[in-house]
């Protein structure tokens, strides 16, 4: 566990300063955010807590809508 957090902090060092250097916030906004979900992610699988497939999830959806084939 310690390893991985340790790994997106390296990630975080080598990408956040470029980003802030150039002001976009639109792009640093985008890399926060998806950052944010891959760590989880990573984190949540490290501690194996189960996590439902999002095309699962799709599937569901449809079907309540009445999209299926």
């Not at 807590?49 to 009445?66: C, E, F, N, Q, Y």
Request: proline share 6%.
């Amino acid at each position: 566990m310690f390893l991985l957090i340790l790994v997106f902090l390296i990630i975080l060092a080598i990408d956040l300063p470029p980003l802030i250097r150039e002001k976009n916030k639109r792009d640093l906004i985008i890399y926060g955010v998806l950052f944010v979900i891959v760590c989880s992610v990573a984190i949540l699988r490290n501690l194996e807590v189960p996590i439902p497939s999002i095309l699962m999830l799709i599937g569901d959806v449809m079907t309540k809508v009445g999209l299926t084939y």
